[in-house]
């Protein structure tokens, strides 16, 4: 089966995906964008042979799968949408950028009883940290006891705020710690200190972000937006019996004259699109299957509870302390591990 996918936002990264998703994803077709900027969006399609739609209402409508790029803000409108009309949606992170636009978005998907949405929390599936995760949930470094990161961006436009570092930026160090250690987030506290002189007056960079977890796991997020030199992203774990840390490199190390050298990637996109490739390539198998739910990765569960813990980091960002984070009850629907994603070779 054919997925006939749309896509609302095609800026930065919804262009990215749409060339993903028409050129490298077996089984999908995109036949559908939409973009408030309509010279965007025509030329956007043109490079697939894409439909521009007027509106993202529109296009939920003509198309089997809804691909939800726009602006954070834009996303509840559209989530929801597709919800309505049963329509599998994939929508890049945050899922909302408030807990109340979170809380309406699970309140729709648990009273049609199917899961739909899917978040772009896309670390989940990047080989590395799959690596990461494999070996801590094995037990061969023993019971986890803290986590080390760092998300160091080379810079950021000058809109870029100091909220954004964490809503933007350690927010995917967020979604990691829930998912590696397979628990909630309970504490964000929010350290800034001496700033760099890369960052814009007034801009509180670099930020270290402590997470603690339900059973007590601590999670330091050291991020930086102006580190100059590369995209840096760090990971070790330490158990009670040994570390696992994600490695330094997914190409080659050359040793010579006395030194050894190997490339770190200078933006995001290069870095996670081993990542990017394989979440659309799982998410468009698993509504190719046709079950009654279609998702795959990070649920609107995920997507509320990385939003609250962003709550309690902005909280924690003003206060200078540390804030809790509150979450509601998980609903039923998303209290199973159906939607996490297969591994090589998993039978569906
Ligand atoms: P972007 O370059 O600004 O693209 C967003 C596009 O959406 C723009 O073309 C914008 O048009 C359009 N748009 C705005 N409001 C809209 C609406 N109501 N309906 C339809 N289109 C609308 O932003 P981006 O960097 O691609 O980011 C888009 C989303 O992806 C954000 O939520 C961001 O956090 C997320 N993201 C995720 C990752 C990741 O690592 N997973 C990386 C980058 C971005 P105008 O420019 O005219 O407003």
């Given at each position: 089966m054919t997925v006939r996918v749309g896509v609302i936002g095609v800026g930065v990264i919804g262009r990215e995906h749409v060339l993903r998703l028409a050129?490298?994803?077996?089984?999908?077709?995109?036949v559908a964008v939409a973009d408030a900027d309509p010279d965007r969006a025509r030329s956007v399609a043109a490079e697939v042979g894409a439909q521009v739609y007027a509106s993202g209402a529109e296009l939920i409508d003509a198309v089997d799968a809804v691909v939800v790029a726009s602006w954070g803000p834009t996303h509840e409108e559209y989530v929801v949408a597709a919800i309505a009309a049963g329509k599998p949606v994939f929508c890049e992170?945050?899922?909302?950028?408030?807990r109340e636009a979170c809380d309406r978005i699970l309140d729709a998907e648990v009273a049609g009883g199917r899961r739909l949405v899917t978040v772009g929390f896309m670390r989940r599936h990047d080989p590395q940290y799959r690596a990461m995760k494999e070996v801590v949930v094995g037990g061969a470094i023993g019971a986890p006891l803290l986590m080390h990161a760092a998300h160091r961006n080379v810079s950021v436009p000058s809109w870029f705020t100091s909220e954004m570092i964490v809503t933007d930026t350690a927010v995917h160090d967020i979604d990691v710690a829930r998912w590696m250690f397979d628990e909630e987030i309970v504490a964000v506290t929010v350290l800034t200190g001496r700033v760099s002189r890369?960052?814009?007056?007034g801009f509180r960079d670099p930020q270290l972000l402590i997470l603690e977890t339900a059973s007590g796991v601590l999670v330091d997020v050291e991020a930086?937006?102006?580190?100059?030199?590369a995209y840096d992203i760090r990971g070790e774990v330490v158990g009670e019996d040994g570390t696992v840390e994600l490695s330094e490199s997914a190409g080659a190390v050359v040793k010579r004259a006395g030194a050894a050298h190997t490339r770190v990637p200078t933006e995001w996109i290069e870095r996670f699109t081993p990542a990017f490739d394989a979440e659309f390539r799982a998410w468009i198998d698993v509504i190719a299957t046709g079950d009654t739910h279609a998702t795959v990765g990070p649920t609107a569960w995920d997507g509320y509870a990385a939003t609250a813990c962003c709550e309690a980091g902005l909280a924690a960002l003003r206060s200078g302390t540390r804030e809790r984070v509150e979450l509601r009850p998980e609903p039923e629907?998303?209290?199973?591990?159906?939607?996490q994603i297969p591994t090589e070779g998993t039978p569906r």
């Open positions: 050129r490298r994803t077996v089984g999908a077709q995109v992170k945050p899922l909302a950028p408030t890369k960052a814009q007056p930086s937006v102006n580190a100059g030199f629907l998303y209290c199973t591990t159906a939607h």
